[in-house]
Each structure stands twice: as structure tokens, then as C-alpha cells.
């Protein structure tokens, strides 16, 4: 058995729930409740203690701070602090900045770090947030004009260059339409124009380009680059159009000689301000190049810490699916840990469409949380699995053999197997026949100095009256000494309590001829709570897992004396007479109780089938579901992506469908660009919006100037609408 805890923290759908007596919920939180500092270059002397003084000589609050941690290196020190207060790392950073003195000569460093995730049962603590943005944008470019005398000799060449046979500088460029041009002394020439041709291309370049010499024009022409600013500043422009928005974590550029887009990441501080940089910022002008886009997108990122031994039995699992991550653009990558001893793995997936990147994280999930080993409805578990004893070994030695992890949950009574499936499956048959060997059998308990002492001392005899003299005896020639135990897995369980001091109900307990505090009879199984009131094992089981489901607020209390006892029941009243299954839903369900009934602090998920909370009053606008991925209004509690509450709300009543069928009706149509409503009443089909946009009536096509318009127009519409116009008016 586990020693009972006056209280008990447990992670549920994704938050740090503490619980005290009568399993009232005191307090829930959040990792976005919580912010983190990483400090170095601290002396090498430093403690807990000496960081704590350092941060309240700036006249910081420390009385959020969680334990702090620090690492001692070969000259310095470093630190990592973290607080039950989302502003604390901007806090520490506003009064120290970047770089702090200390008088022994040492610079010490501040940096906001990710938060730890919270510890739980399951073999993975799994992150995700959405603070990275991943941007591009051209490179400059210029067009590139090749005359030839024969048209069959030019079309051969634009083929080439279309197909990507031919490129210039190894890298593809666009080929248009031949066009009839007009040669120097008035001869009628074939012009190929290419378009996207790298900047810094020469005419020899191009003559290195068509590699056939039959194809080599007789005219080369070059116009002049889109924009001329360098790679470095074009970088360090976008980067600060970002730290307008808010701090970044990092900036990341590196100049790539290949390809036709520079392409760079950035990290904010805060997921919001990553939100906004790409609502502002993709698709629109760049600084340095006004008829060409920026592209902004926002990346998606979960992070999984998980025991190397775990992760090394399930790895070919995970990797089978990296090739289809890989088409879906979701990239996987595995870290060891950083300095030895290496226990854990750190998991990365990361892609820019949510939906993709949650379905690689759900899989991902599932492998990691391994299977329950069980035999029909039933887990394969015996209470002996709580200590390390023979049955144990054997397990430990199956796993040696297999390959296949079992993880004991002594929280839950299961064991977890990871690896493959069809192996998981063998295993739990050979779980199943060990344990079935092993229901009438020997048991060892280790006795130490002090145990043996008390065994000594009347605590054989207790053993022997609770268990029965044929089921006991003693081994002193052993060393150490033991305690062999024969019969059930149960009377080990017992005989284990007992010899640790914690309090077991006899064979005919004292509660035995007392009614029932639930159902006034006699009690069946009975236990008994500390205030002297007896129940039937089951009674009391549904009575504490009724609690959460009324309205108010839980905290288990004895109903006995005709329910006017109230007194408190104690979390470790609640282990010692609940098995450990019913404990464990017991704590779920007042969560789920206290979450119902603060629905303007706590909200679940609204995805279907997705059982994450989230902080319904905090801080940020728009937050992303640590499950699903989805982003959740913390307004108006829907899912409704880029829209405004307005707008969704006009979406999911109807009444935008309504305003849409009037606008038809009307002729009016929004500007593709701005959503502006516009009317045309007269003239031709070409259309100017207030917001810059030349607009094509007929097709809703946008285009930077008038003449692009005109010439669309007439070129797929076959004119500019004015003929009808024309012809009922008569102008």
C-alpha cells in the first residue's frame, strides 16, 4: 500500500489540480499561469537561497516562486527560477535587462524560458504552443528578353525553359508566350521573355543557360532587379516590423544561395503577439519591394519529455509515420537531453496547418501512452505489484527478454506496456499466466534492523492472529532476515500494511453488528471512519462518488448519526477505504465538478471529444488547445479562427446568409481585398476600391494597376463591359 497525503495534486485535462480533505479542489493552474526565468553566469557558489536574495535586492515579490534550481558548472552557475505569476519572467527582465554585474566579476544573464510541464502518471509530459512564425519572401529579381530569328528555334528554347530543361544560374525561371517583335534594322524577330531571373545574373550567365548551340539567340537583353536592398537588411526590416508586435525569444535568418525565397523564423514571447504578426503581416507589401508579398505563418509546436526507456521501445512505432508527416509538411525531431545522466527524450513535431499537426500529436500520444495489460474486462494487476517483490522480478525479467516496457501505475493498479503491438499482446499473456502462478504462493517480506526488532516485539504475533498461524513464518537464517508469507496476493497486501503501521481492518473488524451510515442495515464489508461511523464497502464508494454530482461545492463528509456528523473526510481516510481505481475517478470527477461550476474561471474545450480546460478569464484573446490544437475565443468560448465574435455570431444565427442573398438581390459585392461593399451602377466592368484594388466585375480578380484591369478584361472577357452599356443608351 501507498502512504496516504493530507494532499494530493493530480494533472487533469491539462492542468495542475491540488486537492486537500474531503477531495475539495484548493487551487488549479495553468503552464500560462506560470512564467519562467533561466539565469547564468551566476557565482559558482550560488544557492537557492542566494538567487532568491539576488531577485528581492531588485525589489522583486518572491513569494510565487516555485524551487529553484541550480546547476553548478566549472567556473559559474546558473539558475532557473519559475513563478505562479505569467508576468514574473517580464518583471525580472525589466529590472535586471539582459545583463546583471555581480560584484565578484561575473555577467550574469537573464532569458525568459518555457515553463516545466506539470508532472502526472502518464509516461509523457507533452507541450504545445504556437509562438514560432516561419516568413519568406523573393528574392530580387529581373527579366530576361532572348530574340530569335525563327519561330520554331524560340519555342523549342521557351519549351525548355518551361519544362525546366534549361535554367539560369541552376535555378527555374518562368518562360511567357512568344512574342513578334521588331529587330534593330526593322527585321521582324521571336522574343522569349523570362521572368524571375536571379538578380545578379549576367549575360554570360544566360548564354551558359541554353546549352544546345542551335539554340543560342542572337539577342540577349537584361532589365534591371525588382529591388537592390541586401540580404541582411532586408532581414534585420522584417525583424523589427516583428519586434514592433511584441519581444521575440530569438530571430533566426541564415542567406540561402539556392532556391527563389529567403525565408526566416522568429519565436515571440507571448503566443498572441504571434497571432497578430501574421494577421498583420502575411500577404502584405514588403518594405523594400511594394508589388511583392510577405509571407507569415504561424507554426505549430508540440514538445514531448518522455523516459528514454519508453521512448526506445516505441521509436520504430513513431518513426513508420515520419513519412507521411513529411507530405503533410510535419517535421519530427528527437533531442537526448542535454548533459547525463540521459533519462529522458525531448519530442518535436512541428508544421504549419493545426490539423495536421494535431493528427501527428494524437498518434504520437497514443504510442507513448502504451496499453493497459488486461484479461477480458479486467486489468492484470495484484496488490503485490506495489512493492518490489518476486512477482516484480519476474516482470523485470519478461521486459529484459521482450523488449517490451511495463510500467507499474500504483495510482490506477495497472501495468502500461510499450512497444510494438502484436508484442504487447504476448506479453500480456505471459503477465496473465505469472500472476495466475502466483495467486497461492510465497510471498517475501525484507525485514530491517528496526522491522525485525518489531517483530520481536509482538508484531509476529499481531501478523500471525490477523493472517492465521498457517500463513506466516519466520526465516532468521536468510539475510537479510524475512518474513515468508503463504496464501493470496491479498494477505501479502495486508501483512505489508501491518509490518509499515498503517491501520488494516481485521478479518472481523469492529465496526462488525453496526448498521450502516448509508442504508441502515447491517453492514456488509464493513469499514469504519476515524469520527467511529460504520459503512458498507460499497456504500461508502458510491456515497463519495455521488458528491461531484451535485451542484454544489465537493467535500466529503460522514453522513453518520443520521447525517449529523458532518465531519470532514480526510484524503487519507479516502485511500485507506477506496481501492485505488475508485480514488482516482473519485478526484476526476470533482474536477469535472469544479470545472461545471465555474464557468467564468474554467471552461472545457469545445472540440468534440477533447477533455482540456482552459482558463476562461485570462489574459489572452485568442489560445491554442494543448490537445487539438484548435484555436478557442476566450470571449466568447467558440472556435472561429480568423473571424471576429461578430462575425461568427452573424455566421452561426444565419444572418450573414440573410445579408448575403440581400447583396445578390442588390448587385452589390465586397472587395476581394478589403471586404468593403461596393455597388456598380454605370460604366465599364473595371472597378477602383478606396483600399487601392482595381477590380474585375465580372470575376472578382484584383490587379495592382488600371491597365492590368483593362487588359484582363479584354483579353478573357473579350472587352471592358461598355458595349452593352453602349447599346441601350446609345452613347
Known amino acids: 500500500m501507498e502512504t496516504a497525503e493530507e494532499k494530493v495534486t493530480r494533472t487533469i485535462g491539462g492542468a495542475l489540480a491540488h486537492f486537500e480533505a474531503g477531495a475539495a479542489i484548493t487551487k488549479v493552474l495553468f503552464t500560462s499561469d506560470l512564467s519562467a526565468i533561466q539565469l547564468t553566469g551566476l557565482p559558482r557558489d550560488s544557492t537557492p537561497t542566494s538567487v532568491l536574495s539576488l531577485l528581492r535586492s531588485r525589489g522583486l515579490d518572491t513569494s510565487m516562486i516555485r524551487p529553484i534550481k541550480v546547476v553548478t558548472g566549472d567556473i559559474y552557475s546558473s539558475a532557473r527560477a519559475e513563478a505562479e505569476d505569467p508576468h514574473f519572467a517580464e518583471l525580472v527582465m525589466a529590472k535586471f535587462g539582459r545583463q546583471i554585474t555581480q560584484k565578484q566579476g561575473a555577467v550574469t544573464t537573464a532569458v525568459p524560458i518555457p515553463v516545466e510541464t506539470f508532472s502526472s502518471s502518464d509516461s509523457s509530459a507533452l507541450r504545445v504552443d504556437c509562438k514560432k512564425v516561419h516568413c519568406s519572401w523573393h528574392k530580387p529579381t529581373k527579366t530576361a528578353w532572348l530574340s530569335f530569328g525563327h519561330d520554331q528555334i524560340a519555342k523549342r528554347v521557351a519549351e525548355k525553359f518551361k ?42 550567365d544566360m548564354s551558359r543557360a541554353i546549352q544546345r548551340e542551335s539554340d543560342v ?31 521575440l525569444e530569438w530571430w533566426e535568418f541564415t542567406p540561402d544561395t539556392t532556391g527563389k525565397r529567403v525565408k526566416a523564423s522568429a519565436r515571440f514571447s507571448k503566443e498572441e503577439d504571434a497571432k497578430e504578426a501574421v494577421k498583420t ?72 496547418d493545426d490539423k495536421s499537426v494535431a493528427e501527428a500529436k494524437n498518434i504520437i500520444s497514443a504510442i507513448l501512452a502504451g496499453i493497459v495489460a488486461r484479461e477480458g474486462m479486467y486489468n492484470l494487476w495484484q496488490p503485490a505489484l506495489r512493492v ?25 493498479s495497472e501495468l502500461r506496456l510499450f512497444g510494438p503491438p502484436k508484442r504487447c499482446e504476448e506479453v500480456q499473456a505471459k503477465i496473465s ?24 516485539l509482538g508484531g509476529y504475533k499481531k501478523l500471525a492472529t490477523e493472517l492465521g498461524p498457517d500463513s506466516i513464518r519466520l526465516d532468521i537464517t536468510s539475510t537479510p532476515k524475512r518474513i515468508i508469507i503463504t496464501g493470496t496476493a491479498s494477505k501479502y497486501d495486508i501483512a505489508h500494511a501491518i509490518i509499515n503501521g498503517e491501520v488494516v481492518q481485521s478479518a472481523e473488524p469492529d465496526a462488525s453488528g453496526q448498521d450502516c451510515s448509508v442504508c441502515w442495515t447491517e453492514a456488509e464489508n464493513a469499514i469504519q471512519t476515524r469520527c467511529g461511523h460504520a459503512y458498507c464497502l460499497d456504500c461508502f464508494e458510491n456515497l463519495c462518488l455521488s458528491a461531484p454530482t451535485q451542484n454544489t461545492a465537493v467535500q466529503i463528509r460522514c453522513v453518520g448519526d443520521s447525517g449529523s456528523c458532518n465531519a470532514v473526510l480526510g484524503l487519507p481516510q479516502l485511500q485507506e477505504h477506496l481501492s485505488s481505481s475508485a480514488f482516482e475517478e473519485l478526484l476526476e470527477k470533482c474536477f469535472a465538478s469544479y470545472v461545471r461550476r465555474r464557468p467564468d474561471l474554467l471552461r472545457y474545450c469545445p472540440s468534440p471529444d477533447c477533455n482540456y480546460t482552459y482558463r476562461a478569464n485570462g489574459a489572452v484573446k485568442m489560445l491554442t488547445c494543448s490537445s487539438c490544437l484548435v484555436s478557442v475565443c476566450t470571449s466568447c468560448h467558440a472556435q472561429h479562427g480568423a473571424m471576429s465574435c461578430a462575425e461568427y455570431q452573424d455566421v452561426s444565427s444565419g444572418r450573414q446568409e440573410a445579408n448575403e442573398r440581400l447583396k445578390k438581390e442588390m448587385g452589390i459585392k465586397d472587395c476581394p481585398k478589403c ?15 478606396r483600399c487601392g484594388a482595381h477590380i474585375c466585375w465580372v470575376c472578382s480578380k484584383v490587379f495592382e494597376a488600371p491597365g492590368l484591369c483593362y487588359t484582363h478584361m479584354q483579353r478573357e472577357h473579350g472587352g471592358i463591359g461598355l458595349e452593352h452599356y453602349q447599346e441601350r443608351f446609345g452613347r
Open 217 to 247: 539567340p542572337r539577342g540577349i537583353k537584361l532589365g534591371s532587379p525588382t529591388y537592390t536592398t541586401d540580404a541582411e537588411t532586408c532581414a534585420t526590416t522584417i525583424q523589427s516590423l516583428f519586434t514592433a508586435i511584441g519581444p
Open 388 to 412: 518490489n517483490g518476486e512477482i516484480t522480478s519476474k516482470l523485470t525479467q519478461l521486459q529484459q527478454q521482450t523488449g517490451v516496457v511495463i510500467i507499474r501505475n500504483k495510482a490506477k
Open 163 to 204: 519544362k525546366g530543361e534549361y535554367k539560369v544560374c541552376n535555378q527555374l525561371v518562368r518562360s511567357g508566350d512568344l512574342e513578334l517583335g521588331v529587330g534593330r534594322h526593322n527585321s521582324r524577330g521571336w522574343i522569349v521573355c523570362l521572368t524571375d531571373v536571379p538578380s545578379d545574373t549576367t549575360q554570360a
Open 675 to 689: 471586404r468593403t461593399p461596393l455597388e456598380k451602377t454605370e460604366g465599364c466592368n473595371h472597378v477602383a476600391c
Open 281 to 352: 503581416f502575411h500577404n502584405s507589401p514588403l518594405p523594400f519591394h511594394k508589388t511583392a508579398k510577405l509571407t507569415v505563418q504561424l507554426v505549430y509546436s508540440a514538445r514531448f519529455k518522455v523516459s528514454s526507456l519508453i521512448y526506445d521501445a516505441v521509436e520504430r512505432q513513431i518513426k513508420t509515420n515520419i513519412p507521411l508527416w513529411k507530405v503533410q509538411h510535419v517535421y519530427f525531431t528527437a533531442y537526448d537531453q542535454p548533459q547525463p545522466p540521459k533519462w529522458y527524450r525531448t519530442l518535436k513535431i512541428e508544421g504549419e
Open 433 to 456: 499466466e505469472i500472476l495466475r502462478n502466483q495467486q497461492s504462493d510465497d510471498f517475501f517480506i525484507e525485514l530491517d534492523d528496526e522491522k525485525f526488532l518489531w517483530a520481536r
